[in-house]
Structure formats: structure tokens, C-alpha cells
């Protein structure tokens, strides 16, 4: 009987707690089952958007807020067309589109106000800080109400059900790190500026209320995806990092990069942990509306295993490729503009990396509705994919004439031009001055209630485990 009642209440205490879903959450990545269904629904919101703005703009004489709001893009045209956006955050949340569709980041939860600009203390930081934040087990929807300039000491890690919203501010995230979503779900980061990360580690780190641990050496990576779910990035700048700009390894999925403008970096994205990392097969990310800009190499991105839909992006120029891969990823390249350096000799956008062709003839990347400039060529393979591809393809992508609009407003979005009002909510946890229970700097831990409903799922599954384990050796001798 009692082993029938741990089992129920790990599925229960599981479903009640998106906390406890996300202490859980280290199987292997559950793919969507039909990814070219995603693919359909992202050109059928673009269509549906571009449709609405060619109706508002039938009159040359409307000038009305709607007509010259709307852009095509369906991400933008969902939220900054509502005059009272500032007073309706959380309805950011509704607008992500592709494989990061179900991204909640902070919706529903209390707005965190980020006081506090410093991060001097990793293992125990100061309410009001950043770092404070993003640790903390229940939903927040963090906010900035000044232009920031964040120096980290360490690499920010992040609990689950967080959005870092920076819309209103000019907000800069630089130093250690920068950020690392590990082993956690439901994150958003909107309108942040994110640069110059070096490496770092070798030091204690925060990552919850309860727990700090020792971590090694970082990759100094901008944003590290790792063993994560239902990610969204939009509207972010990145440049500048040691390693990667956006890194997704390690069984990641449900991940959409959208708005971006990625510039002056080597290795921009990677995708994959290893070419024999089987979990990174049900790796699936939507890249869609990013400018990749000036002074890039390669990797936009590199992929290994997975399904990646790369759609209405503006590449221009790289040195060496603009999307690479290994270990038979599926590549599925829409609407895109790309256009190739002047170097005779890196013309081609796409290359397999240390693979022969005998290998790689048969993966599937295909190249649809894709617009080519000065002299760019995708080499297309995979036997039979018109087929596996058909029902991706019933929606036509949108052509190059369209591209600019689209990208227009990729990266943060200027804050000059715009109210910088943040409007009105209901007051945060640290509600401008001090948060939450504050940390004792040793070992020993102040748990407040939230911290307690966060981690009692997890403790109640352990019992149960070490009960069913030592019933089954009782039963074996």
C-alpha cells in the first residue's frame, strides 16, 4: 500500500509545484512529435500578421496607431501594439512562437524589482540584486526601473518560471559567466543586453535558497542552455563572449531565438553537446527574425543531432559559414537572406563539419524560399526529404522583400524613442527596498515557506525512492 502511495504522491506533489515538475525534470527531452507542424504554425502566424498589416495599410491616407504599428512580425505585432504594454507585461508570455511555444517564464508570478546593480557576494546576494532574483524557487517577472549596467562575479544561474524583462531600460549584462539555465524549465529573457562574458568558476555559486555549490571553470558563454527546457530569448544583443554567444547542450529543447542581432563574435551558436550525445536527437529550436550582423564567423548556428527550423533570418556575411553541423541534424532553412563575404572561397552558407560526403549525402537539410546574395549557396541533402518536408512547405516562407521588415527591430529595442515609463503593477517581493529572508553566509540555510513548498516534492520523491529500494534488496535476499 505504501509503495503505491509514494508513487501517487510523486506524480501529484510533481504536477502541483511547477517547482517540483522542474526538480524532476532530468530524463531525456520529450521532442514534439510533429516538428514540422511547428514549423507550419510559425509561417502561419507570419502570414497572418503580414496579411493584417497590408489590410491597415490599403489606405494611403491611414495613419492610425494600428496601421503603422503593426510590422508582420508576429512576435512584435502581438504586444507593442497595446499603447498600455507597460501595465500588461506578462502578456509578453502569450506571444512566443516555434519550439519555445510553451515558454511561461514568470507569468503568473510576483514582479521583482532589480534595486541593486552590484553582484559582490555569489553564495549569498544582497536582496534587490539580479542574482537575488533569479535563485529564487517561485515564479517572478523581473524588472528594471533604471538603466543598469551589471558586472558579474560569477556565473548567474537560474531557477525555473523566470522572465527578465528589460523593456523601458537599457540594461547590460557583462562579466563572469553570463548566464546559466541548467537542469531548469520556462524561462524568458526579453530585451537584454548581454557582452563581453569571460570565463570564470573555481568558486561557490548560489543556485537556489537552499543550496550553493562549488563550480569549476565556465566556458565564458553568453547564454548556456544546459539539459534545459521551454527557453525563449527575444530581443536580446550579443556580442563579445569568450566562448559561445548562446550555447544549447546536453539534452536542451523547446527552445526559441527570435529578434536577436548577434555581431562581433567567432563561434555564435552552438546547438548539441556531442555528435554521440543521443538525448541532443530530440534537441528542437526555432531560430526566427535575428539579424546576424557585423564581424561574424561561423556557427549561426553549428548543430549535432536534433531538428533546428532556421526561418526569415538576415545573415550578413560571415567568414567562414553562416550554418554548420554534424552528427545528422535535420536543417530546415526558410525565408531566409543570406549573404555571402566577398571571399570567393567562403561563398557556401552551409558546411559539415569533419564529415565525409559519403556520410552526409543523405541528412536531411533542405533550403526553401531562401533568398541568396552575392554569390551565397546552400547545399541541400537528404534523399526523399520532399516528402518528410511537405506539409513544412504548404505555407510558402516569405521572400527577401519582406526580410527587413521582419528584422527591423532586432536586438534591444531603443529606449530613447520610447516611454520609459515601466507602468504599474502590483509591488514585488522586495517591493524596491529588501526582499526576500536574507541568507546566512555559511552552510546553514534561513528556509522561508516558498523555499519549503519548492523542495518538499523533491524530498518526499527521495523517501519514497530509498523506501522502494530497500524494500527490492529485502525482497532479493
Excluded at 105 to 119: F, M, N
Amino acid at each position: 500500500m505504501f509503495q503505491r502511495t509514494c508513487i501517487v504522491l510523486i506524480s501529484l506533489l510533481s504536477s502541483f509545484s511547477p517547482q517540483g515538475r522542474a526538480m524532476l525534470n532530468l530524463t531525456f527531452p520529450i521532442p514534439h512529435p510533429n516538428p514540422e507542424d511547428v514549423a507550419q504554425d510559425v509561417h502561419r502566424r507570419v502570414n497572418a500578421s503580414v496579411s493584417r498589416r497590408q489590410m491597415l495599410q490599403i489606405s494611403e491616407k491611414d495613419q492610425s496607431q494600428a496601421a503603422t504599428c503593426f510590422t508582420g512580425n508576429p512576435i512584435d505585432d502581438c504586444w507593442k501594439c497595446d499603447p498600455d504594454w507597460a501595465n500588461n507585461r506578462q502578456r509578453l508570455a502569450d506571444c512566443v512562437i516555434g519550439f519555445g511555444q510553451y515558454a511561461m517564464g514568470g507569468k503568473g508570478g510576483e514582479y521583482y524589482i532589480v534595486t541593486d546593480s552590484s553582484d559582490d557576494d555569489a553564495v549569498s546576494p544582497k536582496p534587490g540584486t539580479l542574482r537575488y532574483a533569479v535563485i529564487q524557487p517561485q515564479p517572478l517577472w523581473i524588472v528594471f526601473p533604471s538603466n543598469m549596467l551589471i558586472k558579474l562575479s560569477q556565473e548567474l544561474i537560474f531557477n525555473s518560471y523566470k522572465t527578465l524583462d528589460g523593456r523601458g531600460a537599457n540594461v547590460h549584462i557583462t562579466g563572469g559567466g553570463c548566464i546559466t539555465l541548467q537542469y531548469i524549465s520556462n524561462v524568458i529573457i526579453h530585451n537584454i543586453h548581454i557582452h563581453h562574458c569571460v570565463e570564470s568558476g573555481n568558486a561557490n555559486v548560489r543556485s537556489s535558497p537552499t543550496h550553493y555549490g562549488y563550480r569549476t571553470k565556465s566556458d565564458g558563454d553568453g547564454i548556456s542552455i544546459f539539459g534545459s527546457k521551454d527557453i525563449w530569448i527575444d530581443h536580446c544583443s550579443l556580442s563579445h563572449c569568450k566562448d559561445g554567444l548562446i550555447d544549447a547542450v546536453m539534452g536542451s529543447t523547446g527552445i526559441t531565438i527570435s529578434n536577436n542581432y548577434f555581431s562581433h563574435h567567432n563561434e555564435v551558436m552552438l546547438l548539441g553537446h556531442s555528435d554521440d550525445y543521443l538525448p541532443d536527437s530530440g534537441m528542437q529550436v526555432t531560430i526566427a527574425f535575428n539579424h546576424f550582423g557585423e564581424k561574424l564567423v561561423q556557427r549561426m548556428p553549428r548543430c549535432r543531432r536534433g531538428y533546428i527550423h532556421v526561418v526569415n533570418n538576415d545573415f550578413t556575411e560571415w567568414e567562414m559559414y553562416a550554418i554548420g553541423g554534424s552528427g545528422n541534424p535535420t536543417i530546415n532553412s526558410q525565408g531566409n537572406r543570406y549573404t555571402a563575404p566577398t571571399n570567393r572561397n567562403a561563398k557556401e552558407v552551409t558546411k559539415r563539419v569533419d564529415t565525409a560526403e559519403s556520410h552526409w549525402r543523405d541528412w536531411n537539410w533542405r533550403s526553401e524560399g531562401d533568398v541568396m546574395v552575392n554569390g551565397a549557396f546552400f547545399v541541400a541533402s537528404g534523399a526523399g526529404v520532399e516528402v518528410k518536408y511537405e506539409r513544412a512547405f504548404s505555407v510558402e516562407p516569405k521572400s527577401a522583400e519582406l526580410i527587413e521588415q521582419l528584422t527591423w527591430h532586432s536586438g534591444v529595442l531603443g529606449v530613447g524613442g520610447r516611454d520609459n515609463n515601466l507602468g504599474m503593477w502590483s509591488r514585488g517581493p522586495n517591493d524596491g527596498e529588501a526582499g526576500f529572508d536574507s541568507f546566512d553566509s555559511g552552510s546553514k540555510k534561513s528556509l522561508t515557506a516558498s523555499s519549503i513548498y519548492a523542495i518538499f516534492p523533491f524530498l518526499t520523491a527521495i523517501s519514497c525512492f530509498l523506501f522502494l529500494y530497500t524494500r527490492s534488496m529485502t525482497f532479493m535476499l
